[in-house]
T-cell receptor, first 114, second 113 residues
Framework: DSGVTQTPKHLITATGQRVTLRCSPR?????VYWYQQSLDQGLQFLIQ???????AKGNILERFSAQQFPDLHSELNLSSLELGDSALYFC?????????????FGEGSRLTVL | GESVGLHLPTLSVQEGDNSIINCAYS??????FIWYKQESGKGPQFIID?????DKRQGQRVTVLLNKTVKHLSLQIAATQPGDSAVYFC????????????FGKGTRLHILP
């Protein structure tokens, strides 16, 4: 158990809909990262927050947004969903910002868009 | 540009043999490299890391080698066990606070009985 909690574990929805994925980092970790993993693909970095502020942005679509709340949990919002958005979405946390320390990953939220 | 690639998508190794998983990176400014293991249905798990000022680092049954001249990274697993079956990702990042951690596509390791 990494200490990172993601909900929901599975989500099935239709095209055009909007979903919110939630992540609670390990206790004490200030950084939260979001990654997308499609079938047989690597982990695509989406976005990172550090202590409530956006720190780095990757290949995140404009239809996607995220935020980190004062209690350090984070939410990833996916809107106007398309079939290609079906993927595993991972959240990870670390004590420090990017470039240092290991990431602790949650077990992921599997999104299926029909 | 930002790219971390792996030479082989799938590697099959006899149980008890040593495994070597390779990774090429393209960003010469990368300063920190990490190997992750992802078992089926789980999130990636940190295995070992290495900074660019080192060329070798050993852990328990694992060794990471870094060759900055040819921008190559490898993970060696000694005496491979069935529990080592997983997808292995290399990742790279820079020394700056805003540098992203970029993952490669992964190598699936199969352990043959």
């Amino acid at each position: 158990d990494s200490g990172v909690t993601q909900t929901p574990k599975h989500l099935i929805t239709a095209t055009g809909q909007r979903v919110t994925l939630r992540c609670s980092p390990r206790s004490g970790d200030l950084s939260v990262y979001w990654y997308q993993q499609s079938l047989d693909q690597g982990l695509q970095f989406l976005i990172q927050y550090y202590n409530g502020e956006e720190r780095a942005k990757g290949n995140i679509l404009e239809r996607f947004s995220a935020q980190q709340f004062p209690d350090l949990h984070s939410e990833l919002n996916l809107s106007s969903l398309e079939l290609g958005d079906s993927a595993l979405y991972f959240c990870a946390s670390s004590v420090q910002g990017l470039g240092t320390g290991e990431l602790f990953f949650g077990e992921g939220s599997r999104l299926t868009v029909l | 540009g930002e790219s971390v690639g792996l030479h082989l998508p799938t590697l099959s190794v006899q149980e008890g043999d040593n495994s070597i998983i390779n990774c090429a990176y393209s960003n010469s400014a990368s300063d920190y490299f990490i190997w992750y293991k992802q078992e089926s249905g789980k999130g990636p798990q940190f295995i070992i890391d290495i900074r660019s000022n080192m060329d070798k680092r050993q852990g328990q049954r694992v060794t990471v080698l870094l060759n900055k001249t040819v921008k190559h990274l490898s993970l060696q697993i000694a005496a491979t066990q069935p529990g080592d079956s997983a997808v292995y990702f290399c990742a790279e990042t820079g020394r700056n606070r805003d540098d992203k951690i970029i993952f490669g596509k992964g190598t699936r390791l199969h352990i043959l009985p």
